[in-house]
């Protein structure tokens, strides 16, 4: 298993709040990635990071946002959750050399009340 | 829109015999395409990948198909297995340092004894 951890692995909140999920590899992985995953959509690419500090958007990035102060560790952050953010997320991995695989963490469930 | 499509929702199929599971794309600028396989509460883990230069990718009871003229791939699992019962992803990216990966919604195959 690639060594990736995400927590928490379920999280219930209301409307309105902050929310914040994160992502622990250990491989020393260049780059990683935030997905959700939603019925009848596949997982859609949220944002992503191509070195510390170093972010960018994905195709879903409305609502998100995200920081990576350390190799290891990539935070996704709903600033004001909303309903339509119900969903699972995921986070990947991938090596220095970023055509490879992508490997995924086991994801978080994430209900908006 | 989505430039990554998996037609089929659903397969089944008995278990020894051969599960084909398909996948069209509309971005000409894709050159490396994968497919994943997903349990339930897990993950996507990945499963194989063929880049454009290659039309034919095999790895034990899975070959991979790409047909660039068609903009079509599929993934063939030879023989079926009760394990194989999963959620199978399609995915694909532009490589060329674009390593972001767009999915297809998935197909959901069902190994039946």
């Known amino acids: 298993d690639a060594g990736i951890t995400q927590s928490p692995r379920h999280k219930v909140t209301e409307t309105g709040t902050p929310v914040t999920l994160r992502c622990h590899q250990t491989e020393n992985h260049r780059y990683m990635y935030w997905y959700r995953q939603d019925p009848g959509h596949g997982l859609r690419l949220i944002h992503y990071s191509y070195g510390v500090k170093d972010t960018d958007k994905g195709e879903v990035s409305d609502g998100y946002s995200v920081s990576r102060s350390k190799t290891e560790d990539f935070l996704l952050t709903l600033e004001s959750a909303t309903s339509s953010q119900t969903s699972v997320y995921f986070c990947a991995i991938s090596g220095l050399q970023g055509n490879q695989p992508q490997h995924f963490g086991d994801g978080t469930r994430l209900s908006i009340l | 829109d989505q430039q990554v499509k998996q037609n089929s929702p659903s397969l089944s199929v008995q278990e020894g015999r051969i599960s084909i599971l398909n996948c069209d794309y509309t971005n000409s600028m894709f050159d490396y395409f994968l497919w994943y396989k997903k349990y339930p509460a897990e993950g996507p883990t990945f499963l194989i990948s063929?880049?454009?230069?290659?039309d034919k990718n095999e790895d034990g009871r899975f070959t991979v198909f790409l047909n660039k003229s068609a903009k079509h791939l599929s993934l063939h699992i030879v023989p079926s297995q009760p394990g194989d019962s999963a959620v199978y992803f399609c995915?694909?990216?532009?490589?060329?340092?674009?390593?972001?990966?767009?999915f297809g919604a998935g197909t959901t195959v069902t190994v039946r004894a």
């Open positions: 995915a694909a990216s532009p490589g060329s340092n674009d390593y972001k990966l767009s």
């Open positions: 063929i880049s454009s230069i290659k």
